[in-house]
Nanobody, 121 residues
Framework: QVQLVESGGGSVQVGGSLRLSCVFS????????FAWFRQPPGKEREPVAN???????RHADSVKGRFTISRDNAKNTVYLQMNSLKPEDTAIYYC???????????????WGQGTQVTVSS
């Protein structure tokens, strides 16, 4: 069982930055893949970025060059640094953990409660 607690969401203006944090706990948690997903208003949940146990990352095309996923196993934390935010980044952001390392949501077994990010122009 892995527990995930997100923080760091909020409201920012276009071009601003936020850093989301996801603190993980539980047996063998650090051996999991981690990912960030988001669900914009009225839309389906979509992948944003993921990271494996060695630190290899993948980012969605829509956020490449602006967002960066990272992990600090010593602090049991996964981060999503978000720069140059746009209104279309407005969504609930979820942290997820799983052993399969897939890109899509079904590959993740554990989910956080979500944190709201709102970008206004």
């Amino acid at each position: 069982q892995v527990q995930l607690v997100e923080s760091g969401g909020g409201s920012v203006q276009v071009g601003g930055s936020l850093r989301l944090s996801c603190v993980f706990s539980g047996a063998n948690a650090r051996w999991h893949y981690f990912a960030w997903f988001r669900q914009p208003p009225g839309k389906e949940r979509e992948p944003v970025a993921n990271i494996d146990i060695r630190g290899t990352t993948r980012h969605a095309d829509s956020v490449k060059g602006r967002f960066t996923i990272s992990r600090d196993n010593a602090k049991n934390t996964v981060y999503l640094q978000m720069n140059s935010l746009k209104p279309e980044d407005t969504a609930i952001y979820y942290c997820a953990a799983g052993m399969k390392g897939t890109w899509t949501a079904p590959g993740y077994d554990y989910w956080g409660q979500g944190t709201q990010v709102t970008v206004s122009s």
